[in-house]
């Protein structure tokens, strides 16, 4: 971009830049590119960069697209890389820093042309800045379209081809990161888009017998966790060593835009950004991997990258049945497993949990034969007990995984099993020991609370619900507090439910006449979700009750301790045939306890529990059918991922910046 550039508000002087913007056009040939793609900055990583350098892009790349059907000096510049990357991996093993770090800029800069060009024109006219020629003026050829379909499948086969160096890290970064801006035109449609030539592009020929290659490697730069390497390991490092002519150039170039886009920020402490954001490659090759799994099925063929996502094995499958599925192939279930399990901070490594659990059956039972799977469990835990502070598709994908989670009976027993000690990070209660399970109860409980009391949603409850439902014929040995916070559960549900009670009943009493025209609250409406949410306790109650009754001497003791909270319905319609056993319990015990004498000690009442546990006859408890619910996805799911993926793309992909105000896939209040 010319020696002389040193910031950012230089760059609508840089002579470099205004040639290949300008009206005539320049031969491949000509020197003149060898010297545009000879400066030396790292991409920008943190959204201020990103802002700063698409800021000063943009009055450049409106002036390149009047000039470029006279030019054609935008598709020019899209051969020169095209020629560089045909011996990027020769390269590579040559360690060539020179040529990588030309065909590094020289994409670079196209990226940041293309994300202007896609933010002011229709994809039609995008082709259409392809195919403009060298040397002949608003001519196109017929063929010329095909030198975006080439530019993708180069990008493709460059992210699947070249290995993950520190020399190399940089243009593999951008080569994902290219691919994002190319998808990004639906951020700019309020409708799913379900075609357009860069998706056609990557369903056919060449990109479609990439795509397993492709998904593969996406994971494993998630699996990897590369840090992005310092500036001085990129580039020139043998020859800044030996000071030869090539590092005196480079750095000659370099001394001006290196200073402002490093991987800390503009005006940031050094090292700040990287802290915040150290795995670009990891982050971006994920938000890239659940783009592609989630676009819409052709009308005659159905996503690859989907299929590709859901039928992967792992590379300790040593069967020779050969799958019926295109685009499988083999990775490190492990390797995978942990990477999950260390990265659930971030939304997108949740949905692509989320997506793998749902979706992949191979990994799914990977997941839970584990023995380790507090590992998995305890960061989605987190996430719902710090509900206030997460969004709502987060906490979403979070419930989701529970409820998936608890489908399955052995998971259901074995969470029981798992002691834990210390969770520091849960506060309302001390919990110096608490089996995996308890713990689990208690978060799902908390969740339902401060949704009762906050955000009111019912999809929330249902999940919530389903997820205790699942478990609840399972429920071994559980924690006093645990006990005692499903028992509270029930008293604010019985509650709430006698005060909606009365407001409907005080708003039938108002005279005729009375009304100022103010809306009533639908206090049916509210009443049956309520009792709706009651009767699905009190069935989670009874089914731990006739299932493991003996093995929870601490919710027996915290019925008894609060049985007067039952007893308004017992005669309620909607309750009284699931009341018959709960009534049968507290019939017994308290029984056995009058017999027991009084004042007695808390030791000495489940001393008389535990016994009478055992005596209880099974057949005195009337048999209800099996909770179970299973998480179907509902119809069209991708009027729910798209727009959620695309605000994940929007607020954490790295260094890449795009104005809020042009959106239109979701508001900026739900990204």
Known sequence: MGASTSQVSDLAENKS????????SISENDPFWNQLISFTIT?????????????????LAKTLIKNNPRSGNFAALVRIFLARTKELKISTECQDQLFIWQAHNALLLIRCLLKVFIREMSEEDLHLQFTYQERAPSSCESGGEDLL????????????????LDITYSILFEAVTTLLVLLSYQLFSKEVLRDGYVYKCLMSGQCLSLTSRLVKTLLYNFIRQEKCPPPDTQLFQSQAEGGGILYGLASGVASGLWTVFTLGGVGSKPGMDQEQNPLPLSNQSLLLLLVLANLTDGPEHPNAYRQAVTCFKNTQDTSSIPSPQPHTFQINFNSLYTALCEQQRSDQATLLLYTLLHQNQNMRTYMLSRTDMENLVIPILEILYHVEERNSHHVYMALIILLILTEDDTFNR?????????ISWYTERTLTEISLGSLLILVVIRTIQFNMTRTRDKYLHTNCLAALANMSAQFRSLHQYAAQRIISLFALLSKKHNKVLEQATQSLRRPVG?????????????????????????????????????HNPNLVYALLYKRELFEQFRSHPSFQDIMQNLDTVIGFFSQRLEQAGADLSVERVQEVIKKGAVALPKDRLKKFPELKFKYVEEDQPEDFFVPYVWSLVFNSAVGLYWNPQGIELFSMDSS
């Open 514 to 550: 009375t009304d100022d025209g103010a809306a009533l609250p639908d206090y049916a409406q509210d009443l049956n979700v309520i009792e709706e949410v009651i009767r699905m306790m009190l069935e989670i109650i009874n089914s731990c009750l006739c299932n493991s009754l003996h």
């Open 17 to 24: 830049l205004q040639t290949l913007i300008g009206t005539e």
């Open 414 to 422: 074995c969470i029981h099993e798992v002691v834990l000690k210390n």
């Open 43 to 59: 991409s920008p990583t943190c959204s201020s960069d990103a802002k700063l350098l698409e800021e000063a892009i943009i009055p």
């Open 149 to 164: 379909k080439e530019l993708i499948c180069n990008l493709v086969h460059l992210i699947v081809e070249v290995p993950l």
